[in-house]
């Protein structure tokens, strides 16, 4: 006995029903998803919402902060007024000074005075050897510059490698970034560093002495 085929209109309704099952469900599964996702967006974010709002007063308070910022602020004032050459006075001058300033006797401030350098000599002995005995403990450095940018760091570095210094640049957050200091040493002792820091100076770079301990 041989089946017969379905008829035509009968495989018609059958793939048209399908078609439309499937139809169906697409438009379900995208109700579904926007709705999860307008949940999701309403809902507040448990971390999110506990971070307070910056204000636009508080935005604008930032950016004249930053733009008044100067890393080498901590520099300023630590480096005394640079001499000024005075010309000098002609020969004739100065013999004419000298022999006016003469003094024609020794006055009592004068013999004082004498008699008192042995005991200022010896003060300022003492107080030589009691730098040396602060300078225990500490190390001594040179610091030329500090910059935001690594770049103008390096610059300043090859200048005073020009010179024949070697310095090394450190870096430090401060005020929240991070600053790079071009710095000489470390030197033991305060007197050595104190030398290197007038000739630095003498030379047209910004120098203050910074102590550290060993």
């Known amino acids: 006995m041989r089946l017969s085929a379905p008829p035509a209109s009968r495989r018609s309704r059958q793939r048209g029903g399908f078609m439309t099952g499937l139809i169906i469900g697409l438009l379900i599964g995208l109700a579904i998803a926007l709705g999860v996702a307008l949940y999701v967006t309403k809902v507040p974010v448990p971390f999110l919402d506990k971070v307070p709002q910056r204000t636009a007063e508080q935005d604008l308070a930032e950016q004249e902060k930053n733009k008044n910022w100067q890393p080498n602020a901590p520099l300023a004032g630590k480096n005394p007024a640079r001499p000024v050459a005075v010309p000098a006075a002609p020969a004739s001058q100065a013999d004419e000074s000298a022999s006016a300033a003469a003094p024609t006797a020794r006055d009592p401030a004068s013999i004082l005075a004498d008699r008192a350098a042995p005991a200022t000599a010896a003060a300022a002995a003492s107080a030589a050897q009691t730098g040396k005995a602060g300078d225990i403990g500490f190390t001594y450095f040179v610091q030329t510059g500090a910059y935001s940018s690594v770049e103008d760091a390096e610059a300043q570095r090859g200048k005073l490698a020009l010179l024949g210094y ?49």
């Open 166 to 214: 070697s310095a090394r640049i450190v870096e430090r957050e401060q005020s929240g970034r991070t600053v790079h200091r071009v710095r000489l040493g470390p030197f033991e002792e305060k007197a050595e560093a104190d030398d290197i820091k007038d000739k630095v100076f003498a030379a047209g770079f910004e120098a203050a002495l910074v102590r550290a301990p060993r």
